[in-house]
């Protein structure tokens, strides 16, 4: 008996498709590299606005930083510190280089000290500059987001109503500090209050406030 016989079916050459069942290596990118051929534009355009918005968020936060500088020397440059003692008084301030503070640099902190500054030295003069420096404090005190410039503000107000006699705006300036939260002028506030309290004959308040 022939063992080495096959059946025709067996050497019969196989078929295309019976050649890609038993094995077909198909080669072709992947998909992270379809998306990126799919949208490789978008990519760059977006990697370029992250760019464009990160610089233009260092250039604003140096910008600030520098004009908050600026505004800090100018209304340092300001005083008149060669002149001891004139602190009080409205020469002792270049009303010049206030008046920039206030009008370039508006938005930094130091334009609210210069304001404060202004309204000092014009408290210190006479007639029309006084009424100025008195409107130009209680404005900045009303308005102030900063408790410290607001109390000081105020101290200045009631020391120059208790000065010139008007003691009920005085009471009305010393109360409105000690409903600040608490600060360098609390305590000044409340030994003024008593004072005030004492000369106007009550002397119930007067001890309380001390």
């Avoid at 998909?31 to 978008?42: A, G, S, T």
């Avoid at 004139?86 to 508006?106: F, I, K, M, S």
Wanted: aromatic share 6%.
């Amino acid at each position: 008996m022939d063992t080495n016989y096959k059946n025709s079916e067996d050497t019969a050459p196989l078929s295309p498709e019976e050649i890609k069942a038993i094995g077909e290596i198909e080669i072709g990118p992947s998909k992270h590299e379809i998306f990126l051929n799919n949208h490789y534009k978008k990519l760059i355009v977006g990697g370029l606005a992250l760019v464009a918005v990160a610089s233009a968020a260092i250039c604003y936060a140096t910008y600030v930083e520098q004009r908050d500088m600026d505004a800090g020397a100018a209304t340092v440059s300001a005083m008149k510190l060669t002149a001891p003692g004139n602190a009080a008084t409205p020469d002792a301030y270049d009303a010049a280089q206030l008046a920039t503070v206030v009008g370039d640099y508006a938005p930094t902190p130091s334009a609210p000290t210069a304001e404060l500054m202004e309204g000092l030295s014009l408290l210190t003069a006479e007639g029309d500059k006084q009424q100025a420096g008195i409107a130009r404090l209680e404005q900045l005190a009303a308005s102030s987001a900063n408790d410290l410039i607001c109390a000081r503000a105020r101290a200045a107000l009631a020391a120059h109503f208790m000065r010139t006699g008007d003691s009920a705006k005085s009471a009305t300036e010393w109360k409105n500090i000690t409903n600040l939260p608490q600060n360098p002028y609390t305590a000044l506030a409340y030994l003024c209050l008593g004072d005030l309290a004492k000369q106007g004959g009550d002397v119930e308040g007067a001890r309380n406030y001390y």
